[in-house]
């Protein structure tokens, strides 16, 4: 008998004991969800929502679980806490959730008076007691007297409403209600609550953002209405631009120097780049600021300062910024500077700090080498004058003259996309001061041949012919092969030498690499000549000419010192490329190399100089050293290891201990100055705070952020590039022009 009482209790028991389990589990669960939430991992709507255990009053168990809000003190099922969140929070259920001014959003709808006064002659009024509680606004809360609604009083006549103004307080009061209602929907769907870690790594982020973009983005942004409302909607709180001036712009600029400083003392030695001195023609402006940028043996670039420059820099001035700045990046061990790369070679100031410090090697930049030689040809190449002149004429009668310019219309009728206007230079620009808008000229003309063509064959343009001489030397420049086979020529060139820029900018090339670029050029011309059947003889002439106005010795010596030029020869050794020199250039080695050691060093290095002349490397290492491999960016083939050349010369060639001195410092050399792009926005502010010691300070250091943020990264364009890369469509453009001339023929 005791077995049968006891065996129906059991299970009973353990029933009981399986469900307060279950509860508290799914109790601890939700806690453990909300902690989560709370702390920033979690959804919104936990901060509002508590779990809660109900106990049973008889047991003192507990027998279930619902999420209270802690607004109302309301509680709800915690079976589906994201539905009880909607529907409770988010559907306007929870009378404190939200705008604080909720009775007046509870008021029936406004209406405009017109459809008020509508209703009244339509339907019955209604009046109640039922409708008491939306006869009051939140005045009556704030202990005023009680107010009906705008549109009640203007519906009904049968309520004594007395306001201060009269009846026409009704339509402000209308007026009041929309702008609640219109602050309450911009508060009713709050972004997820964030911690403060959350909100300051935010913030953090923002900063980041703000100060890397070098003013793309302008203070006065941050506190535009629509970022507000962005920063609302995702839970943060509002931001003010003094906050990016201050203690923000201060502690980031302190986190990039030290940063900074740390690489460059960490360097046995460096290169010192100056961009800025003079006029900045490739964007056809006066750059404003002086950047200088440490090159370190590793490859790396390390943005040191900004100086506000205001015009052009004499020489002199020149020198004295660039010794305080070796000084500055030195010390009292002024030999760790090996060498200095400028934008605009200021001939005087370069040669004496290059007397001045014997191991000091100072370059003028290749790009800017590159870009002038176009001012060469314009300055002292016919054929560019003569095609510059009759571009003048064409594009100023179309332009100008309203019948002729009439003619681009028909065009445009039979769907021929027509940018505008020929872009015409001012008068006294041309490719000797400034080549630019002059390249834009031409480009607008080649563009425009075909449609040029076939508007000088038209009965119209015939009539402007008789009446205007100009119109009638145009449309035989137009109809002559000639013209164009001159205006292709000049076009290809410089499009030759543009693509050569565009690589040296985008690949930054070593001193060791300036003789093979001017090489590459002089081919690229020769076949240029070929297929324009032009003599090569001036051609040559200029480019020599500018050749050497850039040319240094440490190209020579870099040239022959790199064992990523060694050439095999038929024993098998691995040679440096002497044969490729000329006798001169080999006499230029051998002062450079005496020059850059001291002076009792000097005839040891040039018997390890002969050394290295006759036996080379060891052809295992040799072969090491020039491994390339496809870049998956450009698809071109690049070495492997860009530092093996200074390496073997440290680690392999011991031996060599005058000479190898001199082959680590100049490996590593840079032959460009071209540093990071600022906004030219943000330059024209810089240019506004010139006076100001505060504002230049702030101006510096926002510079300093972003560029040592783009040298990270190893970004040294400019967002207009790049947002003028994506816009560009020119793919495709010529078969698009060759479809509409077709139907065009037909006009």
């Not at 009061?173 to 219109?182: F, N, P, Q, R, W």
Request: charged share 25%; net charge neutral.
């Amino acid at each position: 008998m005791s077995d049968v009482n006891v065996n129906p209790v059991e299970p009973l028991c353990s029933g009981e004991e399986m469900a307060v389990k279950a509860v508290n589990k799914r109790y601890e669960g939700l806690v453990a969800v909300r902690t989560k939430a709370i702390k920033g991992k979690g959804a919104w709507y936990w901060t509002h929502l508590e779990p809660i255990l109900i106990q049973n009053p008889e047991t003192d168990l507990p027998k279930a679980v619902k999420l209270k809000c802690t607004l109302c003190e309301a509680s709800f099922s915690a079976s589906n806490p994201s539905r009880t969140a909607t529907e409770h929070l988010k559907r306007g259920t929870c009378p404190n959730f939200g705008s604080p001014l909720r009775p007046i959003s509870q008021l029936p709808p406004l209406a405009s008076p017109s459809s008020q006064n509508h209703r009244k002659r339509s339907s019955p009024v209604q009046t109640g007691t039922s409708s008491s509680s939306q006869q009051f606004g939140f005045l009556g809360e704030m202990g005023y007297a009680p107010v009906q609604t705008a549109t009640q009083a203007i519906v009904t006549h049968q309520q004594h409403l007395v306001l201060s103004g009269g009846k026409d307080d009704l339509d402000a009061l209308a007026m009041l209600e929309d702008s609640v209602k219109k602050l309450k929907s911009m508060k009713g769907s709050p972004g997820p609550a964030l911690s403060k870690d959350q909100v300051d790594s935010a913030f953090s982020l923002l900063a980041d953002w703000f100060y890397e973009s070098c003013g793309t983005v302008t203070l006065s942004s941050l506190e535009h209405p629509k970022f507000k409302a962005f920063l609302n909607q995702v839970g943060l709180p509002a931001v003010s631009r003094k906050d990016f001036v201050g203690e923000k712009l201060d502690s980031k600029f302190e986190e990039a120097r030290v940063e900074s400083e740390a690489r460059i003392r960490d360097a046995a030695f460096f290169q010192v780049s100056s961009n800025g001195w003079g006029r900045d023609i490739c964007n056809y402006g006066e750059d404003s600021v002086i950047k200088f940028i440490v090159n370190l043996p590793n490859g790396t670039n390390v943005f040191h300062k900004a100086v506000y420059k205001g015009g052009l820099v004499p020489s002199e001035y020149a020198e004295e910024v660039l010794r305080d700045t070796i000084k500055g990046l030195c010390g009292n061990v002024v030999q760790r500077c090996v060498g200095i790369v400028s934008d605009k070679y200021k001939g005087k100031a370069l040669r004496n700090l290059e007397i001045q410090n014997h191991w000091m090697v100072s370059l003028s930049c290749q790009l800017h080498g590159f870009i002038s030689l176009l001012k060469d040809f314009g300055r002292e190449l016919p054929l560019f004058k003569t095609v510059t002149d009759n571009c003048f004429k064409i594009a100023n009668l179309f332009n100008s003259k309203s019948q002729i310019r009439n003619h681009f219309r028909k065009f445009r009728q039979h769907g021929v996309e027509l940018a505008g206007l020929i872009r015409v230079p001012s008068a006294d620009c041309n490719l000797s001061k400034n080549y630019g808008p002059v390249i834009a000229m031409l480009e607008d003309i080649l563009s425009y041949a075909r449609i040029l063509q076939l508007i000088v064959l038209d009965d119209s343009y015939k009539v402007s012919c008789i009446e205007d001489p100009v119109a009638k030397e145009v449309a035989e420049m137009i109809q002559d092969v000639g013209f164009w086979n001159d205006v292709e020529a000049v076009h290809s060139l410089v499009k030759l030498i543009k693509e050569m820029t565009d690589d040296i900018e985008a690949e930054r090339p070593l001193v060791g690499q300036c003789l093979l670029l001017w090489e590459e050029l002089r081919a690229k011309a020769k076949d240029w000549c070929a297929k324009f059947s032009i003599a090569e003889g001036p051609i040559e002439k200029i480019i020599d000419s500018r050749f050497k106005r850039n040319y240094h010795p440490a190209w020579s010596a870099a040239f022959v010192l790199d064992p990523l030029y060694l050439v095999r020869d038929a024993s098998g050794k691995y040679l440096p490329p002497f044969k490729r020199l000329t006798h001169d250039q080999e006499k230029d080695i051998d002062k450079l190399i005496t020059r850059l050691v001291p002076r009792e060093e000097a005839p040891i290095a040039l018997m390890e100089l002969m050394k290295w002349r006759s036996e080379g490397l060891d052809p295992l290492y040799a072969q090491a050293v020039q491994v390339k491999q496809r870049d998956p960016v450009t698809g071109r083939m690049k070495i492997a290891n860009p530092q093996s050349s200074r390496l073997v010369w440290e680690t392999c060639l011991k031996e060599f201990k005058s000479l190898g001195k001199v082959a680590v410092r100049l490996l590593f050399l840079q032959a460009t100055s071209c540093g990071f792009k600022c906004n030219w926005s943000f330059m024209r502010w810089v240019s506004l705070q010139g006076h100001s010691r505060v504002g230049m300070d702030r101006a510096q250091r926002m510079i300093f952020i972003a560029a040592h943020a783009k040298l990270e990264k190893r970004d040294f364009s400019s967002d207009e590039e790049k947002d003028a890369e994506m816009l560009t469509t020119a793919n495709g453009e010529d078969d698009m022009f060759n479809e509409v001339f077709v139907d065009a023929s037909s006009v």
